[in-house]
């Protein structure tokens, strides 16, 4: 019986993850989707960690990828630290199966077990809803992207230990890389 694999991103990863972007994300307009170079670029800046670059693995293949970096919200003293989830994708012959939400669940939970506290996510209410994500306005969060309204969103992770305070409000300043998309 084969099963889904879940597991961290290795460097035998890269061109199979981009591959399952550039399907994912394919456009008739552009010969390599943009999400393909801005998981390429995050790689290699300050923003990556590795533990939460998460592959979903079937029968071999890689089949599912859910990508958090590192992001953060500026406050008086500077910038706490908080995460942005994506891009998400899955392979089109694996889609509608569960391996996108294995992933991203797996992701999440690498983050919470990491002491992570804060993630933000631009994308589908209706898909993101089932991790626990609400309108990032509500937390006070806003960004270049607050004006689409509900697709953004953000997500308070269980603290690590007792006491933690809630992640602040503020604006959510993404790496350099994320402005290329």
Same mark, same amino acid.
């Given at each position: 019986m084969t099963t889904l694999r *879940?597991?961290?991103?290795?460097?035998?990863?890269?061109?199979?993850? &981009?591959?399952?972007?550039?399907? &994912?994300?394919a456009r008739p307009d552009v010969a390599t +989707? @943009?999400?393909?170079? *801005?998981?390429?670029?995050?790689?290699?800046? +300050?923003?990556?960690?590795?533990? %939460?670059?998460?592959?979903?693995?079937?029968?071999?293949?890689?089949?599912a990828y859910? *990508?958090?970096?590192?992001?953060?919200?500026?406050i008086e003293r500077g910038t706490w630290p908080a995460l942005? *989830?994506?891009?998400? &994708?899955?392979?089109?012959?694996?889609?509608? %199966?569960?391996?996108g939400t294995a992933a991203v669940q797996a992701a999440l939970d690498a983050a919470t077990e990491l002491g992570e506290r804060l993630v933000v996510v631009l994308g589908d209410p209706a898909y993101y809803r089932r991790f626990g994500f609400g309108p990032a306005d509500r937390l006070g969060l806003t960004s270049p992207w607050s004006g689409l309204g509900e697709p953004w969103q953000a997500l308070v992770l +269980? @603290?690590?230990?007792?006491?933690e305070p809630s992640p602040p409000s503020g604006e959510v300043v993404f790496p350099p890389p994320w402005s290329r998309v």
């Open positions: *879940l597991r961290p991103e290795g460097p035998a990863d890269e061109a199979p993850v &981009a591959r399952v972007l550039a399907a &994912a994300f +989707p @943009p999400e393909v170079g *801005l998981v390429e670029e995050l790689r290699h800046s +300050p923003a990556w960690i590795p533990e %939460l670059a998460m592959v979903a693995e079937y029968g071999g293949e890689v089949v859910a *990508l958090l970096t590192r992001v953060g919200v500026r942005a *989830l994506g891009p998400v &994708a899955v392979a089109r012959h694996r889609q509608r %199966l569960g391996h +269980p @603290p690590s230990a007792s006491g």
